[in-house]
């Protein structure tokens, strides 16, 4: 006979990964600020943002997200270790990532806080 406990552990370990994803902003092209420009959406300048979890693109640099952590009492907001690289410089960092009240996201890196509207999907 089965032991049900042993089934429980993979189910529950799928079950929060699910959640996490799915609670996490959606992948795409995010503009700084509070919209878009309106003269258009340009990827790779200096004020835009890419996300294809669990890699996410700050300009220039780029992050491998992991081991994500909820913050209490804060809803689609997650403590990231990041494996990151800019201008050729690997290094280590943590970052706070979560939803925006705007479509979008925010990031906070390096003590420095970042709004992002969503661009395009």
Do not use: H, K
């Not at 003269?39 to 700050?58: H, M, Q, V």
């Not at 806080?113 to 395009?120: D, S």
């Amino acid at each position: 006979m089965p032991n049900p406990f042993r089934l429980a552990a993979p189910i529950a370990a799928c079950l929060t990964f699910t959640s996490l994803a799915q609670a996490f902003p959606q992948d795409g092209q995010f503009y700084l600020g509070f919209s878009c420009p309106a003269g258009g959406f340009t990827p790779g300048t200096e004020s835009t943002a890419s996300l294809s979890f669990p890699t996410l693109c700050l300009f220039e640099q780029c992050c491998d997200l992991s081991n994500p952590i909820n913050i209490r009492d804060m809803d689609e907001t997650f403590l990231y270790d990041g494996q990151c690289s800019a201008e050729g410089i690997d290094f280590e960092a943590r970052l706070l990532v979560g939803e925006a009240s705007i479509d979008g996201m925010v990031v906070v890196l390096n003590n420095n806080a970042y709004t992002y509207a969503r661009c395009e999907p």
